[in-house]
Structures are given as C-alpha cells and as structure tokens.
C-alpha cells in the first residue's frame, strides 16, 4: 500500500476542491494532481471520524462512492510509475486501478493510457481485450424489430438467412434476449438507477443524520446517511421512526418519500423476483393505507415507481 500522506485539516482539503461541481479540474488539473488530492482523501479517511468525513462530504456535495474511489485510487501502486501519463479523472483512474496488471500494461503498451483517455474508452478497451482469448473479438449489439407477426416457422426462416449472412464476415448469430451478458446489462442498469436513488436519498437524509442525537446513532450504529441507506430496511425505518416518538402518521408524512426511495433502492438492488414483487407489495399496502389520510401520498408513490421501478 503506498505511504498515507500527512493528514489534511478539513480546511486544506476543501482548498483541492474550489472547482465548480462537475467540473473536470475539481480533483486536479492532471493526473498526478489527482493522485495528490487522492492521497489527501485516503489520509482524511484513514484519521477523520465518521462524522467528519460524514459532514466533509455532505458539505462538499461530494458523494460517499466518489470518495472511496479516490481513496481506492491512492492504495493502487500501479499509478505511480505512469503518473505523467494520466488522465485528469478520478473515473478514468479509477478503470485503471480496477484492471489485472498484465491488461494495464497491454493498455500502456497500446497508447490507451494518455492524458485524452476518458473512463468510456478505456472500460471500452477493457471490455475488448478481455474478451479476447474467448473466440469473440467483438460484440455488436443489435435489435431486430418485426413490424409484422411472423409464424414460428417464419422466425426460424429469418433467423437461418441472418446467419447465413453473418458467416460471410465470419460472424455468428446467437439467440438471446438482446445479447451475450444480457443479465449482466440489467443488472448493470438496475445498480446505475439504484445509485441515482441514492444521490436522492443522500440529500434527503444528510441533515437528518447529521443532527440526530449521538445515543440515537449509537443505538442503530449510524454514523453517517451513507450508512443508514446501506443498512438494513428495519434498522432504517427504525431509526427514523424512533427519532420522531414512534408516532406513525407523523413518520409517514414527514419521510413517505423517504421509505419509498429505500424501497425502490433495494428493488434495484436484488435480482430476485419474489423479493421484488415484495417489495412493489409494499408500497401498494402503504398507499392503500395512507393515501386516505395524506394528501397526494398515492401519486407520489407511482411517480416513484414509473421513475425508479419500471
């Protein structure tokens, strides 16, 4: 693991991050300087308390997965050596650390590391030269849409020309349901649509955990938001429930949404269809429950679900 710089103060830290949120220089202007403002971060992670890093963050709307990739950034040793050569992204570093050493030195030797390299080409590149080995040196993602029924007898007929075709590129057509790692794709899907719940529910429950009494945390061991939303359902709607006097109506009115976002959250988040039909139970128990009492609870609900449950 590479040396841990010394520790900034929350003030020094803050200092690396003046840049305007979304702005491609807010971790560095190149990539070494992101590899110092990661080495900063990995420092603050390794002696702040939860709740300073909890407040940092919060205050720099700087989002807990932005931070421990920076912190997973400084631990790689890989870096180092090809400082010079960066890219000025943490994203783009961050598909680095996460290659085997032999794929980092086939991209080093192949001039996919340059400081232009964006995260999108070198995944890109990853994706291709894993691939590699395999018999398939590429995938071309295709839909074919029929604009007529056809017989299943028809469909066969289709799909024998479609091959036929293929073998002249030395190509080969394969059945599926719109690809080779079509479980990966949605699960890939579902945990980008999960995580921009996330973002929601951060800013939502930031405050909140924040000022809630400290014996409070301590009960359900919370230290930050990012904890309560990774933690257990029960222990979630505990917490909140406990910090508004076991009062139901009042949990209900004040963080419906809230609950509602975990849910679609842990809907994303399971590949099982018996837990997601659970799941969608539930809000439909909540809304038959409390839509007679709170106004609009019902629509708030479905644009939950048009939005993060589809």
Same mark, same amino acid.
């Given at each position: 693991m590479n040396d841990l710089p010394q520790c900034p103060t929350t003030e020094e830290l803050a200092d690396r991050l003046t840049a305007p949120l979304g702005s491609k220089d807010r971790f560095g202007r190149d990539g070494a300087a992101v590899l110092v403002t990661a080495g900063l971060v990995a420092a603050a992670n390794a002696s702040w308390d939860k709740s300073t890093i909890s407040t940092f963050q /919060?205050?720099?709307?700087? +989002?807990?997965?932005?931070? %421990? !990739?920076?912190? *997973?950034? +400084?631990? /790689?040793? !890989?870096?180092?050596?090809?400082? %010079? +050569?960066?890219? @000025?992204s943490y994203t783009a570093l961050y598909a680095l650390v996460v290659m085997k050493d032999e794929e980092l030195k086939a991209a080093e030797a192949e001039g996919v590391i340059k400081s232009s390299a964006s995260s999108r080409l070198i995944l890109d590149w990853t994706k291709a030269y894993r691939l590699k080995g395999s018999g398939i040196e590429q995938e071309?993602? #295709?839909?074919?849409?029929? !604009?007529? %029924?056809?017989? @299943? &007898? $028809? =469909?066969? /007929? #289709?799909?024998?020309?479609? !091959?036929?075709? *293929?073998? =002249?590129? &030395? *190509? &080969?057509? $394969? &059945?599926?349901?719109?690809?080779l790692k079509q479980a990966e794709v949605k699960a890939e899907a579902r945990k980008a649509v999960a995580d921009r719940i996330e973002e929601e529910l951060m800013r939502l429950l930031g405050p909140v955990v924040l000022s809630a009494p400290e014996d409070l945390k301590s009960k359900f061991e919370v230290r930050s938001a990012a904890e309560l939303i990774n933690g257990r359902r029960d222990a979630f709607t505990g917490f909140l429930q406990v910090l508004e006097g076991k009062v139901q109506e009042v949990f209900w009115r004040k963080y419906g949404r809230t609950y509602c976002l975990k849910i679609a959250r842990d809907f994303n988040l399971t590949d099982s269809r018996t837990d997601r039909f659970q799941l969608k139970d539930r809000l439909k128990k909540a809304v038959e429950k409390w839509d007679p009492i709170i106004t609009g609870f019902r629509s708030m609900v479905t644009e939950i679900q048009s939005t993060y449950m589809k």
């Amino acid at each position: 693991m590479n040396d841990l710089p010394q520790c900034p103060t929350t003030e020094e830290l803050a200092d690396r991050l003046t840049a305007p949120l979304g702005s491609k220089d807010r971790f560095g202007r190149d990539g070494a300087a992101v590899l110092v403002t990661a080495g900063l971060v990995a420092a603050a992670n390794a002696s702040w308390d939860k709740s300073t890093i909890s407040t940092f963050q /919060d205050n720099q709307k700087l +989002h807990p997965k932005v931070w %421990d !990739k920076l912190v *997973a950034i +400084h631990k /790689d040793q !890989k870096l180092g050596s090809i400082k %010079d +050569h960066l890219p @000025a992204s943490y994203t783009a570093l961050y598909a680095l650390v996460v290659m085997k050493d032999e794929e980092l030195k086939a991209a080093e030797a192949e001039g996919v590391i340059k400081s232009s390299a964006s995260s999108r080409l070198i995944l890109d590149w990853t994706k291709a030269y894993r691939l590699k080995g395999s018999g398939i040196e590429q995938e071309m993602p #295709l839909t074919l849409v029929l !604009k007529q %029924d056809l017989t @299943a &007898e $028809r =469909q066969q /007929d #289709l799909l024998c020309a479609l !091959k036929e075709v *293929a073998l =002249q590129y &030395e *190509a &080969e057509v $394969r &059945e599926g349901k719109g690809g080779l790692k079509q479980a990966e794709v949605k699960a890939e899907a579902r945990k980008a649509v999960a995580d921009r719940i996330e973002e929601e529910l951060m800013r939502l429950l930031g405050p909140v955990v924040l000022s809630a009494p400290e014996d409070l945390k301590s009960k359900f061991e919370v230290r930050s938001a990012a904890e309560l939303i990774n933690g257990r359902r029960d222990a979630f709607t505990g917490f909140l429930q406990v910090l508004e006097g076991k009062v139901q109506e009042v949990f209900w009115r004040k963080y419906g949404r809230t609950y509602c976002l975990k849910i679609a959250r842990d809907f994303n988040l399971t590949d099982s269809r018996t837990d997601r039909f659970q799941l969608k139970d539930r809000l439909k128990k909540a809304v038959e429950k409390w839509d007679p009492i709170i106004t609009g609870f019902r629509s708030m609900v479905t644009e939950i679900q048009s939005t993060y449950m589809k």
